[in-house]
Each structure stands twice: as structure tokens, then as C-alpha cells.
């Protein structure tokens, strides 16, 4: 089905991928309060039929556009800049270029792992369903335990490969190199897991066709964090394999030889492209609003209506 109102299809992946590009614009960090005032006032006469004349689709979507960039879909509320999912890659991008840096040290490893998983857990708690409050302490409680799982994984899996003397010096940087993207993945879901565990306990909104909610369901719960667990695998894939195989090739040139100086930019270069690129992938892997089988929910949710199937805000 097509979103309230927009351009692209979201119930196809390329869609939703068309839809997310548009989302995660970095442009929409710059939209000031008094227009994103305006994109919500147009919504708002759009939705109750008091639209003014001459207004186009264009600038509605628009207006759409730069509403879901900014503003959390059950809050209503503004996401804090370097939290949104146009923020990702701007704010991001820094922290990654350091955790690719060849020749990590114990204490780097730790700073860079710590930075990485702050900044993921902040975006997933900024971008989680928000139906049910969250207490400060298990949102402080989700946030030591997914950074020191996340620590624990990427210095673990380092002083194992600085232990295995066997392998020749060559191999062990290649497989340093790579290190990031298990210890990254693995930690990603326990971030996930832990930042959103609110909502296996308290449970999530489900609505009808009507948008009225129809109960709250743990089942939900636990599908959308599948979900995003999920995307949070895919996302660094790309980052943290593709950069070290390209530099690998990079570095073999002569001029790069010569001209040590430009290999940090050029890195920094290939990260920011890559994880461009790959964020509005895994984020268009699923729908944000997703859609579950109401046989699958709790007997009381199935009680309630006499929809086939209900929705969720999956969160991002």
C-alpha cells in the first residue's frame, strides 16, 4: 500500500528503498522550526479536509517528507538531531572511519567500540516504538548492558587474534581488518535487544485498518525487534567489509605509496560513501509500519477485532 501520502510504494522493497533515500537526506537537518511547523500545519489541513487552494502534491510530499525525517511517528515529538536516521551517516561516519583504523591498540579498540555503540543505542532508543513509556533506569539499565557487550565482543575477538602467533603478520592484519563486522554485528543486536527489552515486558500497540488501537501485544514486541535486530546486521556488513578490501587494493599503488598522507582521507572518503549506501538498504528491508496476522497475536487481540491482520510501528 502507499504511504498516507507519497510518492514511492512501500509495500515493495524498492519502494520503501526510494521512500527511505528520501527519509535519510541529510538536508532535512537543516530544516528550521518554522517550516517544519508548516509541513505539520499543511498535514493537519490535508488530513481534515481544509487543505488551501493551489496546494500541490509535490509540496505535500514534501511536507511529508520532511515531518517523518524529524519527527517520531508515536511521540510526535522532535528526535534529537544526531539520532535521527538522517543523522546517522553525518554523526556516524567519524565513528566508523575510526573503528576501521589498521592497528588498533586494546584502549582504542575499547574508546572506538564505546563511541560506536552509544551513538547506535541513543538511534535505537530515538527511533524505537514509542506506545508505551520507558523509565529512565531500564533505559540507562539497556544502555551498560549493550556497550559492555558490545566492548567485551570487539576486545575479546582482538586479543585472539593478536594471541594466534601462527598466523604470518599479512594475514593477521587482513583478519584485524575484519574484525569490526563480527564483533560490530553480534553487539548490534544485543544494543537492540537491550535498548528496546521495554517492549517485550510492557508490550506494543497494535492498530486496525481504522488506525484505532486495538490492544497491546507482546507478540509485536518481539517481531518488530526481530526485525530491527535484523537490519542492524545487515547495516555494517557492507561498511566493515567493503572499505579494508578496496584500501587493501588502494594501497597497492605506487602514487598512495608516495603519498602516504592521502590514504586517511581517501578511507574516510570510502567509509562515508559505503555507509550511505548501505543505511537505507537494511532500513528498507522491512516496512516501518509492519503488518501481522491477528491469529498469530494474543486470544484477546484476536478477540478484539474482526481485522485479519494488524499493525505496528516497527520502529528503525
Not at 522532535?78 to 546517522?88: E, H, L, N, T
Not at 535505537?124 to 551498560?144: C, D, E, H, M
Not at 584485524?176 to 544494543?191: E, H, L, T
Amino acid at each position: 500500500a502507499p504511504s498516507a501520502i507519497g510518492p514511492f510504494q512501500t509495500g515493495t522493497f524498492l519502494g520503501r528503498l526510494r521512500h527511505f533515500i528520501d527519509i535519510i537526506d541529510p538536508s532535512t537537518l537543516f530544516v528550521s522550526e518554522t517550516k517544519l511547523k508548516e509541513c505539520i500545519e499543511l498535514l493537519d489541513d490535508y488530513k481534515h479536509g481544509r487543505l488551501p487552494p493551489g496546494v500541490s502534491d509535490l509540496q505535500l510530499w514534501e511536507a511529508q517528507r520532511i515531518k517523518q525525517a524529524i519527527i517520531h511517528p508515536d511521540t510526535g515529538e522532535k528526535i534529537f538531531m544526531p539520532f535521527r536516521m538522517s543523522g546517522y551517516v553525518p554523526f556516524g561516519t567519524p565513528i566508523v572511519i575510526g573503528l576501521l583504523l589498521p592497528n588498533q591498540t586494546v584502549v582504542s579498540t575499547i574508546i572506538w567500540q564505546w563511541l560506536n555503540q552509544s551513538h547506535n543505542a541513543c538511534v535505537n532508543y530515538a527511533n524505537r516504538n514509542a506506545t508505551k513509556p520507558t523509565p529512565t533506569s531500564k533505559f540507562l539499565q539497556g544502555y551498560v548492558g549493550a556497550v559492555t557487550s558490545a566492548v567485551s565482543i570487539a576486545v575479546g575477538l582482538n586479543v585472539l587474534i593478536q594471541k594466534a602467533n601462527k598466523l604470518s603478520p599479512a594475514t593477521r592484519m587482513i583478519i584485524q581488518r575484519f574484525v569490526p563486522f563480527p564483533a560490530v554485528a553480534s553487539a548490534n543486536i544485543c544494543n537492540v535487544a537491550l535498548m528496546r527489552h521495554n517492549e517485550l515486558s510492557e508490550g506494543i500497540d497494535v492498530l486496525d485498518n481504522n488506525g484505532n488501537v486495538v490492544g497491546s501485544s507482546k507478540i509485536a514486541a518481539r517481531h518488530a525487534i526481530m526485525e530491527t535486530a535484523f537490519t542492524r546486521v545487515v547495516l555494517p556488513m557492507p561498511i566493515f567489509v567493503l572499505p579494508p578490501i578496496i584500501m587493501s587494493y588502494l594501497e597497492r599503488f605506487r602514487f598512495l605509496q608516495s603519498h602516504r598522507r592521502l590514504l586517511l582521507p581517501i578511507h574516510s572518503l570510502v567509509c562515508l560513501v559505503t555507509f550511505g549506501l548501505s543505511l537505507p538498504v537494511a532500513i528498507s528491508l522491512f516496512p516501518q509500519m509492519s503488518q501481522i496476522e491477528v491469529s498469530c497475536l494474543e486470544p484477546e487481540i484476536a478477540m478484539a477485532t474482526d481485522c485479519k491482520a494488524v499493525t505496528y510501528n516497527k520502529g528503525l
